[in-house]
């Protein structure tokens, strides 16, 4: 889109030149994420929240619990909507305004791990069938940008969940009342890790930061449960993958994720 | 026919599907390239029930200018569905489902096509579903990647897309618009046949790791069905029904 920087260009040369030798450019190994901070419970405003850092990539996210109407082909399922937004302040060529195509495959790619996963069991969510149900509304802001949107803003999504509390309602002749100071426990089945690898050359890395996604050939985000099942997958990028290399980052993307999932639990307790 | 969703038998013990295929069985399809007048490239594809026309135009100048790349083209994909092509009318415009569509549409055909050739121009795809069944993103992109061949665009290798999934534990080809309902996993591929690239994987529905591997062979085989039937529609267009 903009015209290629010098500095861009040097970049570049030196992340392929570095790859040739199975390095990159912040010292990381192929198959390593960044390092990932997860603080849960910062906007107590929210039924659920947490702020997620994976390297300098920084995300807000914070979960809404509320009774709506189910979707009239659901109505023995509760609500679970999950977006994400980059706020202008994160990268200088974000733009407020409506979402442009990045922002939306971001959002749904966010959306579907967790969904097809079923992490939250949505038919404990209804209050009366085809009536009224509990819905769970998940928003990601990212503040700060440095590379791999997807993996950031689903792990914001998935502690936010697992700490948050749904308040008690009662269904009765039309009318849901809230019970106060009365809260339960998500209905969580498993925990979904998503695990974004780019490839650049002949090369898969983990976790691009924005200078590797900035240059990579194609990419692929491999959302895995807790058995070590794949639940989700979005290649994207102008290049495409061999059918070694699609096997290859499915085992990686369940390796990762296990690690990843047990810091995910954790800080869901906490 | 009338069945309740409920009444639907995804799989009988024959290993037919509900719509009378087999396991590794594709649906009819059929493709005619060059059958718009005002299109560089055009070409029409009926999937099952999908009934899809896509239309390229350029390598032609870019609107709006900024957008132009200097050392390359760019391609540009619209992937739309009319109003009347589901059950329930659908808001004509673009909702976020289409938009995500058009980018790993555009996205699955890049690699295939030469923009190298074409700085400073643009190449535009325009898809429009007239009727949708299951798997009309693939569908759509068969039907792209033909009206660019047949618009005169070089290219690497064809793109030739097809889904597989999961229906009752076991591992189809091509699934259909019930199957993706009722179905357990829904896995849309593209695929350059000569090249051996993947260009487009997307997933939804739980699959372990044996079955993910399953499920991309079976849809790799698939892509390799549509793209005999995509040669065959540019071998008409361009050499009568001789060949």
């Known amino acids: ?17 570095l790859l040739k030798e199975g390095q990159r450019v912040d010292g990381r190994a192929l198959d390593e994420p960044r390092q990932l901070i997860i603080d849960t419970g910062v906007i107590p405003k929210a039924e659920g929240s947490a702020r997620v850092r994976l390297g300098d990539t920084e995300v807000v996210c914070g979960v809404k619990v509320q009774p709506d109407k189910p979707f009239p082909d659901l109505g023995d399922r509760g609500i679970f909507i999950c977006t994400a937004e980059i706020l202008p302040l994160a990268d200088p060529a974000a733009e407020p305004g409506p979402p442009g195509e990045e922002v939306i495959e971001l959002a749904r790619v966010v959306d579907r ?36 949107l997807f993996d950031a803003c689903s792990y914001a999504s998935v502690a936010s969940v697992l700490s948050c509390k749904i308040p008690k309602y009662n269904y009765a002749d039309g009318v849901v009342t809230k019970v106060e100071g009365e809260f339960t426990a998500p209905p ?14 002949n090369n898969i890395i983990v976790d691009p930061n924005a200078d590797e996604w900035a240059c990579m050939d194609a990419r692929i985000t491999i959302t895995t449960n807790e058995a070590g099942n794949i639940c989700a997958i979005q290649k994207g990028g102008n290049n495409g993958f061999t059918p070694e290399e699609l096997v290859q980052c499915g085992k990686i993307s369940i390796a990762t994720g296990a690690k990843i999932r ?4 954790k800080a869901g307790r906490s | ?35 718009l007048k005002n299109a560089n490239g055009s070409a029409y594809i009926e999937f099952g029930e999908n009934k899809i026309l896509a239309g390229v135009f350029g390598p032609r100048d870019v609107h709006p200018k900024h957008l132009a790349n200097t050392d390359r083209g760019i391609l540009r994909c619209r992937y739309h569905m009319q109003p009347f092509s589901v059950g329930e009318r659908k ?21 295939a ?15 429009e579903i007239l009727q949708a069944d299951g798997g009309s993103r693939c569908a ?3 039907a792209a990647a033909v009206a660019l061949a047949d618009a005169g665009i070089p290219m690497r290798d064809m793109v030739s897309a097809c889904a597989a999934g999961k229906v009752a534990d076991t591992i189809v080809l091509d699934i259909n618009n019930e199957e993706d309902q009722e179905g357990q996993a829904d896995m849309p591929v593209a695929y350059m046949p000569n090249l051996g690239k993947v260009t487009l994987i997307q997933l939804d529905g739980v699959l372990s790791p044996q079955e993910y591997e399953k499920c991309v062979n079976t849809a790799l085989e698939g892509c390799k069905i549509v793209y005999e039937v995509q040669k065959k529609a540019l071998q008409e267009k361009f050499f009568g029904d001789s060949q």
């Open chain 2, 91 to 111: 808001n004509p415009a673009p909702s976020r489902r289409e938009i995500e569509i058009s980018k790993v549409i555009k996205e699955a055909l890049e690699p």
């Open chain 1, 1 to 17: 889109m903009t015209t290629t920087t010098i500095l861009d260009d040097l970049k570049k040369k030196k992340i392929h030149a």
């Open chain 2, 140 to 142: 759509a992109l068969d």
């Open chain 1, 262 to 265: 047990d810091m995910l639990k």
């Open chain 1, 188 to 201: 969580i089945t498993t925990v979904p890790v998503s695990v974004t690898m780019g490839k650049i050359g």
């Open chain 2, 1 to 35: 026919m009338g069945v309740k969703k409920t009444d639907i038998v995804l799989l009988d013990d024959k290993g037919i599907r509900c719509d009378g295929r087999k396991i590794n069985e594709p649906r009819r399809i059929m493709i005619k390239a060059g059958v």
């Open chain 2, 113 to 127: 096509v030469m923009l190298e050739n074409f700085p400073r121009t643009v190449v535009d795809v325009f898809i």
């Open chain 1, 113 to 148: 791990g967790i969904r097809e996963s079923g992490m939250v069991d949505l038919k404990q969510l209804v209050l009366e069938k085809d009536k009224s149900v509990v819905g769970i509304f998940i928003d990601n802001s990212v503040t700060d940008y440095d590379g791999n």
